[in-house]
């Protein structure tokens, strides 16, 4: 299976999945070789490391061992395990098992899950893969106005969604994601990308523009722009994205990407309600950077 977004083309070898209809968008069936390049391989039993992770959450367990790899142990959501990713930084190789794919059968029902593609790119751990290319995925609304990639971000609930509605009504913006953006530099420009995780909004689209604005979102009375501190915008930009905290060497790089496009790219605080005058105040300020 071969991806193309953020301009990037990822192989994953052949492995039993569900096909995701949604994800037409951004499978290619380019000659060009891969950026990234995932080995697959089927196996009877996962063995894990006699070590302590180093993160765990539910279904996902992170191991590194003394020689640098990266272990990413990954099960459903009651326990059962699906396959290993072990990454050493040059290539990444996803084992799974034989008798769990494509159907699962440890749902809770005794019934069969069909195991998709969604199910294998989260095992594998997409998101340190991206950062080592220089991509990494901003929890946030991506829309498309006359200015360029306009970014909404902020915690779940704020209303990223909700202020990105109102520019597709008022303004004919277009919603791209609806919670999740690509960002990289290339050529000296910063781009924004449809990726293939969009939360609950169903909403995903495989463009690129270049970043206009990303706008940190907070809920009050009245509509207005506030300015932000250097440290601010760093601190909020990495607060909001898709990181390995555990992972010093991604937590860097990703600092260190921000605190540069936080110094070329308009980052802005939107105090707002969900109405049009937010629409206006923003529009007003973006207007200044034409």
Avoid at 125 to 151: C, D, M, N, P, W
Avoid at 198 to 216: D, F, H, K, Q, R
């Amino acid at each position: 299976m071969k991806y193309s977004f953020c301009n990037l083309i990822i192989e994953i070898e052949n492995i039993p999945v569900l096909k995701l209809e949604n994800y037409n968008l951004f499978r290619t069936e380019s000659s060009d070789p891969a950026d990234i390049f995932v080995q697959t391989t089927a196996v009877d039993q996962i063995s894990l490391p006699d070590l302590q992770p180093v993160h765990e959450e539910p279904c996902v367990k992170i191991y590194r061992n003394d020689g640098g790899e990266v272990l990413r142990y990954n099960t459903d959501f009651w326990g059962n395990p699906l396959g290993l990713s072990v990454s050493t930084g040059r290539e990444t190789t996803y084992c799974y098992l034989r008798d769990n794919y494509p159907r699962n059968n440890h749902s809770r029902d005794n019934g069969q899950r069909v195991l998709t593609e969604l199910d294998l790119i989260n095992g594998i751990g997409f998101e340190q893969l991206l950062a080592e290319k220089g991509r990494f995925i901003l929890h946030s609304s991506f829309i498309r106005t006359k200015y360029g990639a306009v970014l909404f971000t902020a915690p779940s609930g704020t209303g990223k969604s909700t202020q990105a509605e109102l520019w597709r009504k008022y303004r004919g913006a277009e919603i791209l994601n609806g919670d999740r953006t690509g960002i990289w530099k290339e050529n000296g420009r910063f781009l924004a990308g449809g990726v293939i995780w969009c939360g609950t909004s169903g909403i995903m689209e495989n463009e690129i523009l270049p970043v206009a604005a990303i706008v940190v979102l907070k809920q009050g009375p009245v509509n207005r722009i506030s300015p932000l501190r250097m440290i601010s915008k760093v601190g909020r930009m990495m607060e909001q994205t898709t990181i390995n905290a555990w992972n010093r060497e991604m937590y860097l790089k990703a600092q260190e990407f921000w605190m540069d496009l936080c110094s070329q790219v308009p980052v802005l605080e939107l105090t707002c309600r969900p109405d049009e005058g937010a629409v206006q105040v923003l529009e007003e300020e973006l207007e200044k950077y034409e």
